[in-house]
């Protein structure tokens, strides 16, 4: 059987969909590549936010011709958004390419791959439009007791900087009963995360006219027995509703965590991003949820260097990011992606001013994530214990696990009391900007998703290592 491996960019959309692609290789007679193995084929699902995606692709590319020339049974397959954007271009530039699909058709490809085998000729299949949900694709998914749903696909935004609208499609709402019918499919398996996925979440319910309807999912999911922990990502300010707060606050699996994107903190830079709505309303958002849920942790995403970005637009970020005091922030430098409206706009900030702007803001946004991880020492914290996340430091019988407002946790092990996929609670005994580090269990909570994973290893034998999906760093012979 021939074997691969799944290399991934982008968002947590993107890893979801590469577990459908490992799923369909799967099902169609394919095995995941071992380390220290060579693969029969690698599939690069890949990313158009940023320029740097479009370098490690082609990088990466270049770095498996000499294997292609070699073996010509060796293919490559290339899909996500920015195979949809480039089309073309990815064979003109990397002409040994068996395959290129896109975000609309990932189920093509094990036929595209059979054809490009037969024909002995590259195949490029561009979808411009869904034709089938993807959630009716088989899944081999990256935990046992962790798990994507998707409630959307696609985007009806219009912001100035991206171009995902334009290679995923307008917004795609999937029908309530299915995704519940999924949850609790899911959790009859040993799953007992779920999260919540969409490039705009909280607009669900727009296909059908109701703008109650995320915040019923979430009451929805509140009535699974067996489901522990539910999360959503990723939400926009300007549907952010009193509903979905209440909903947070009242139904008990819901996790007291908010990942909302800012982007700016600058009005003027706000609308010129056409974001649809202003720092005062960013602001009364938080002041809403942290009132419902006061132990909640919110993080956000913020860009720095947008075209017309002066320094008193940069302050103004400051100055809202200071207010705010995020947990975590994901700050990005601008990155000018063609066929945005963005890319062509007058006042292009410079490099150097972009890099300056993004270490200022990350040193103070440091600080800040500290000083809010010192509040909780001495706390006691549930976590649910990973499976791969993070470091395993072997010399401290440490392990990791994420609290329910998503902070990473080491926490002691040295009693070897839990096992990835139960639910600790720990005291806080330190913390960093990016981490908190915990004692051993005050208590565990043996739950099915640990039973789950033990099953699942146990079935993997001496093969530990095609838990979740193998990166091609991994592949050291390559």
């Known amino acids: 059987m021939p074997t691969f491996v799944v290399e991934t960019y982008g968002c947590q959309m993107n890893v979801h969909d590469s577990e459908r692609i490992t799923g369909l290789l799967l099902e169609a007679g394919y095995t995941q590549a071992l ?93 411009e439009s869904l034709e089938h949900f993807p959630s009716t694709l088989p899944v081999k998914r990256d935990s046992a007791f962790s798990a994507w749903v998707s409630v959307s696909v696609g985007c009806n935004n219009t912001c100035t900087f991206c171009i995902v609208p334009t290679l995923r499609g307008i917004e795609k709402d999937r029908p309530a009963h299915e995704i519940m019918q999924e949850i609790r499919a899911l959790v009859d398996q040993g ?43 990723s939400p926009h300010p300007r549907d952010f ?76 970020t400051i100055d ?36 300056e702007r993004y270490n200022q803001l990350h040193k103070i946004q440091q600080e800040i994530s500290k000083n809010e991880n010192v509040k909780i020492i001495g706390n006691r914290v549930q976590l649910l214990v990973s499976s791969h996340e993070g470091r395993h430091d072997l010399d401290l019988n440490r392990v990791n696990g994420r609290s329910t407002d998503f902070r990473l946790t080491h926490f002691d092990n040295s009693a070897k009391r839990a096992r990835p996929g139960d639910l600790v609670e720990v005291v806080v005994t330190e913390a960093f900007a990016n981490h908190i580090v915990a004692g051993q269990p005050v208590s565990v909570k043996k739950t099915r998703g640990a039973e789950a994973h033990a099953a699942w290893m146990e079935d993997k034998g001496d093969q530990k290592i095609l838990l979740g999906i193998p990166s091609l760093a991994s592949l050291k012979t390559l």
Not at 80 to 108: E, R, W
């Open 35 to 127: 380390a220290d193995t060579q693969p029969d084929l690698v599939v690069f699902n890949t990313c158009a936010v940023r320029e740097n995606a479009d370098n490690k692709l082609y990088g990466n590319l270049s770095f498996l011709a000499p294997r292609k020339k070699s073996d010509p049974n060796f293919q490559i397959a290339v899909g996500g958004c920015m195979a949809q954007k480039d089309k073309d271009l990815i064979i003109k530039k990397a002409p040994y390419v068996d395959v290129v699909f896109g975000t609309h058709n990932i189920g093509s490809l094990p036929v595209l791959l059979e054809r490009a085998r037969v024909e002995e000729a590259s195949q490029v299949e561009i979808k």
């Open 241 to 316: 509703t009193d509903d979905v707060i209440e909903a947070m606050a009242e139904t008990k699996n819901v996790m007291p965590h908010l990942h909302m994107p800012l982007q700016s903190g600058s009005d003027k830079i706000l609308q010129s991003m056409r974001r649809s709505y202003r720092r005062d309303r960013y602001l009364g958002i938080l002041e809403k949820v942290r009132d419902a849920i006061p132990h909640a942790a919110i993080t956000t995403d913020i860009i720095v260097g947008f075209p017309g970005e002066s320094d008193a637009d940069f302050e103004q």
């Open 320 to 355: 809202l990011v200071k207010q705010a005091n995020f947990s975590a922030a994901y700050t990005f430098q601008y990155s000018k992606r063609p066929g945005t409206p963005a890319a062509t706009m007058p006042d292009q900030v410079t490099t150097e001013v972009m890099s």
């Open 191 to 233: 799953v007992i995360e779920i999260t919540l996925l969409g490039q705009n979440v909280n607009a669900y319910g727009v296909d059908f006219g109701d703008r109650l309807a995320f915040s019923k999912l979430l009451k929805e999911c509140g009535k699974v027995d067996g489901l522990e922990r539910v999360r959503f990502m």
